[in-house]
Nanobody, 123 residues
Framework: QVQLAESGGGLVQPGGSLRLSCAASGNIVSLNAMGWGRQSPGKERELVARIARNGIIYYEDSVKGRFTISRDNAENTAYLQMNSLKPEDTAVYFC?????????????????WGQGTQVTVSS
C-alpha cells in the first residue's frame, strides 16, 4: 500500500505564496508521476499540476505562470510552489501519485490520492 503525506497548507493573503510538499512511501517499485489536484466546495476535483518521471509537466490553465511543480525522484517527494495566490485558489489540495507497487508478492499499478491539505486565500 502506498501512503502520501502532504504538508504546507494554510491561510495566506491574496498575492502571497505557499509551498506544498508530498512524500510518497510504501512498497513502491516505480513512481511514474506525481501531481496535485484541488477541490473546493460544490466543485469537482481538478488536476492542477502533474510531473512525470521524465520531467514532462502539465499545468491547468488558471495556474500557469503562478504555480511550479517539482519533484525529487530519489526521495519520492513532490512540491508545489504557489505564488500570486488568488481567493479562487482556495481549496483542499490533494497530492497524487501514479506508479507500481509490490502487493502480496505481485507488482501492481496504483493511482493514489492523499488526504488533502487546506489552502485558504483571504484578506
Amino acid at each position: 500500500q502506498v501512503q502520501l503525506a502532504e504538508s504546507g497548507g494554510g491561510l495566506v493573503q491574496p498575492g502571497g505564496s505557499l509551498r506544498l510538499s508530498c512524500a510518497a512511501s510504501g512498497n513502491i517499485v516505480s513512481l511514474n508521476a506525481m501531481g496535485w489536484g484541488r477541490q473546493s466546495p460544490g466543485k469537482e476535483r481538478e488536476l492542477v499540476a502533474r510531473i512525470a518521471r521524465n520531467g514532462i509537466i502539465y499545468y491547468e490553465d488558471s495556474v500557469k505562470g503562478r504555480f511550479t511543480i517539482s519533484r525529487d525522484n530519489a526521495e519520492n517527494t513532490a512540491y508545489l510552489q504557489m505564488n500570486s495566490l488568488k481567493p479562487e485558489d482556495t481549496a483542499v489540495y490533494f497530492c497524487k501519485a501514479e506508479g507500481e507497487s509490490l502487493q502480496s508478492g505481485y507488482i501492481s499499478a496504483f493511482d493514489s490520492w492523499g488526504q488533502g491539505t487546506q489552502v485558504t486565500v483571504s484578506s
